[in-house]
């Protein structure tokens, strides 16, 4: 845009000519050539990148340490009230229900209200606990299972256990 007003201030039909092809060839193989180039790019980067695994121990300790937090926050809420035990109830079972389902924070803390009040509570389906294990359908009748709307625009299954759902 600047050489262009910069060609027509001057006059230079030649240079404005010159501008508008590269305009033009810009808007339309921009996108398919470079951009395409760039993501490829990204993507193998991604995808080269080894994966770091959490030792069981540091995961198992996290758990240990957010259930006892958690439970001292509900205590305090019931005996005594406040918008600090309140808080604390809320990071950590928001911090809960991340680890639990392995998602990003951001769909999780976006979770409308209305989302988890019409959750799944009917029981399992006939047909569909034919094709499940008894342990599966133990499972099935533990976990509580909201739908949320997670990256892109996509639904995203989130399980809660019971003291999720008690907390909430």
Known sequence: ????????????????????????????????LVSHTALTTLDDKHFNKPS????????????????????????????????????????TTLSKIILFNRRRGGEVSKMHLSAFAMRDTSPLHKDVALGLSQFEQKLCAHFSRVEIKGKRGRKVAVLLSPDMVEAI
Not at 3 to 27: H, P, R, V, W
Not at 59 to 82: F, I, M, W, Y
């Open 1 to 32: 845009d600047i050489i262009n007003c910069k060609a027509l201030m001057t006059g230079d039909g030649e240079l404005k000519k010159s501008t508008q092809a590269f305009k033009k060839l810009y808007s339309t193989k921009w996108s398919e």
């Open 52 to 91: 770091t695994l959490p030792f069981t121990e540091d995961v198992k300790r996290l758990h240990q340490h957010l259930e006892k937090v958690g439970n001292s926050a509900s205590e305090t809420l019931k005996c005594d009230p406040s918008p600090q035990a309140y808080g604390e109830l809320c990071k």
